[in-house]
């Protein structure tokens, strides 16, 4: 990662794969095409032995083999980071042509970079400093987004979200566009705090004193000082006391996702204290002669940092788990927070997670459905403890198949793993590596049958991975036929006017803290309505449910978000489906405020215009990351 300072720069380790030029690995390519120039740069060749030797280019801001190098390793890192977190792996096949995430760092001239889900692609911009307020850098001096570790990490993590859940991208209500923002502003501050050598050199800088050290705290320094706006993009430590008004107030995507990213973050700082406060106090005080912080001490202090930032990262993914795959908001992803969390480890001794409810109550983002912020009262509550709502075990045959696929969805994930440490393994030359090669590339198709959501086709070469592609369908067929007997119990209409679709399953495989193994299966149910699209901006009426199962197919927490206008519902279901309309109906006006082709446009852009606004880009728009 390259910096102005020194101290600033530092290598960034992602697991080791055989690389093609771009490069290109399994999971993303980069494809520097510059479509305002409308040339190709030279692709860099990372496994080129001259650069293995000096563990990959040095930092040069006018070298585009650099600026490849750069947005391959952010990008691995956050899918690493991800995918851990997860218990899984991550995969970004779109289809034959588009296997694979593409990143292009030269995408265009302008002070934007965004992901665009058609292309499959996480596209950079660049732009020149502004001429009379350029901040530190030369006036009209070429910026480049893709050299801003966070607004790389930043578009990556906003894949990552959409490759998780594909309908967070609806606007059904304010918090859904600004859960995007939030989410990808803290996994790219979060992810800095892993590089321990960068830990260490600010916190011997700050004293401690983390929340101050504007090159982990900031986001996008640089890029928003070039704008003239003289300060960084957004900052996760603000030296104010919180508005707990603001949310209530605020409807702008990065405005409002600030709050969620301030909430997280004081949770974040509250635990950190708590823990090196201890420290200090064991150290006596930890200073060395020269009134700075002890080397040994800075350095434990790190090791409890990056310890303290990779839970959080944690938390934060394995929440997904614990969210209805639509209409997303604060509320439920605190909840999901808490709950993820819980599940692991009930004891939580550091109280992080009551530092997190507190960091969200100081904001004003209260949850609702509970009736405390106590931590046992935010949990989902069990299936076990509904009432009419309560969903049956599967059947015997329906338990059968889920224990299939989990048997073979292990062996993939088990041969997966054996085929990698095969190609990394390999020579960086001659035919052995392209043996290796294409060993490897039967991993992307594990990763396929593995990850949830993906109809692909199965390989008939390969006999286990077939039977794994026969197992999903039998699977999906399974689930669907569970989720309609049981619409009214999911909060789904019933009948066959609005089909009822599985959106994805997947294997959950982790440890827990006393060291048993955890294994779960989640399954996520859609149904939609496009019965008066016009009268909704063009965007469908979605309903959903987040099912987790135990192993034995019981199932253990039910995550809903129920149809509205269904009859028959259960009364709080019912209550829920009609604050939900309202929602997205104050969120239309809320953004047609703001949209001043409202006021002149057609009827054609206005029975479209909520589902043009569900476009990364759109929400980019005068606006950056």
């Known amino acids: 990662m390259s910096g102005r ?77 991800a995918s851990r977190a997860l218990g899984r792996p991550l995969h970004f096949y779109l289809s034959q042509r588009t296997p694979r995430l593409r990143i292009i760092p030269h995408g265009f001239q302008g002070d934007n970079a965004f992901f665009d889900p058609k292309s499959n692609a996480l596209v950079f911009g660049y732009f020149q400093a502004r001429e009379d307020d350029a901040g530190p850098n030369i006036p009209g001096q070429i910026v480049y987004t893709c050299l801003s570790h966070d607004i790389v990490a930043h578009e990556m993590t906003h894949a990552i979200v959409h490759r998780l859940r594909r309908y967070f991208i609806e606007p059904t209500n304010p918090d859904v566009h600004a859960f995007h923002e939030g989410f990808s502003d803290i996994v790219a501050i979060l992810v800095k705090f892993t ?8 916190i011997q800088s700050s004293e401690g004193r983390l929340w101050e050290a504007n090159a982990l705290v900031d986001l996008a320094q640089q890029f928003g000082l070039a704008r003239g706006t003289g300060r960084a993009l957004r900052s996760a430590y603000l030296n104010e006391e919180p508005d707990p008004t603001l949310y209530a107030q605020t409807f702008e995507p990065h405005a409002r996702g600030a709050i969620l990213l301030g909430a997280v973050f004081d949770g974040f700082f509250a635990a950190y204290q708590s823990r090196i406060g201890a420290l200090l106090r064991i150290g006596g005080g930890g200073t060395d002669t ?114 299939s696929y989990l048997g073979m969805s292990s062996l993939a994930l088990d041969q997966m793993a054996r085929r990698t440490r095969e190609a990394s393994d390999a020579p960086a030359s001659e035919a052995p590596r392209q043996d290796a090669l294409a060993r490897y590339q039967k991993v992307d198709r594990a990763l396929q049958v593995q990850a949830d959501g993906l109809q692909s086709e199965a390989d008939p070469e390969d006999a286990l991975e077939g039977d794994l592609g026969t197992m999903k369908r039998q699977v999906a067929g399974m ?50 309505d496009r019965s008066d699209n016009a009268a909704r901006g063009g965007l469908p009426r979605r309903a959903g449910a987040t099912i987790v199962f135990s192993a034995d197919g019981t199932p253990r927490f039910v995550i809903r978000k129920p149809m509205d206008g269904e009859d028959g519902l259960d009364p709080e279901l019912s209550a829920l489906a009609g604050r939900r309309k309202e929602a997205f109906e104050r969120n239309m006006r809320q953004m047609d405020k703001s949209d001043p082709r409202v006021a002149f446009d057609d009827q054609e852009y206005l029975d479209e215009r909520m589902a043009l606004r569900a476009a990364f880009r759109a929400l980019h728009e005068g606006h950056s990351s």
């Open 5 to 81: 300072r020194g101290v600033y720069r530092i290598t960034v380790d992602v697991e080791n794969e055989p690389l093609e030029p771009g490069p290109q690995g399994r999971l993303v390519e980069v494809v520097d095409y510059d479509a305002s120039n409308k040339l190709y740069y030279t692709a860099v060749n990372l496994d080129d032995p001259n650069h293995l030797m000096e563990d990959g280019l040095a930092p040069n801001e006018s070298d585009p083999r650099f600026h490849q190098q750069m947005v391959y390793a952010v990008t691995m890192r956050v899918i690493e980071t």
């Open 195 to 202: 590089y321990r050598d960068l830990v260490i050199q600010l």
């Open 290 to 403: 020269a009134g700075s912080l002890h080397p040994d001490l800075v350095r434990r202090i790190a090791d409890d940092v990056n310890d303290l930032a990779d839970r959080v990262l944690r938390m934060c993914f394995r929440a997904f788990d614990y969210m209805a795959p639509v209409d997303v908001t604060f509320s439920d992803f605190l909840r999901a927070l808490v709950t993820s969390d819980y599940t692991l480890d009930p004891e939580d001794k550091d109280e992080l997670r009551y530092h997190l409810i507190e960091g969200f109550r100081r904001r004003g983002i209260y949850p609702e459905g509970v009736k405390s912020l106590a931590e046992e009262s935010l949990l989902w509550s069990e299936n076990e403890d509904s009432d009419d709502g309560k969903l049956p075990e599967l059947s015997t045959r329906g338990r059968r198949i889920m224990q």
């Open 479 to 528: 689930l669907q036929s569970y989720a309609s007997k049981n619409a009214k119990r999911l909060g789904l209409a019933t009948g066959r006017k609005h089909k009822i679709s599985i959106a994805g399953f997947h294997a959950i495989q982790r440890q827990v803290r006393s060291g048993l193994l955890m294994i779960e299966f989640v399954v996520q149910v859609v149904q939609t």
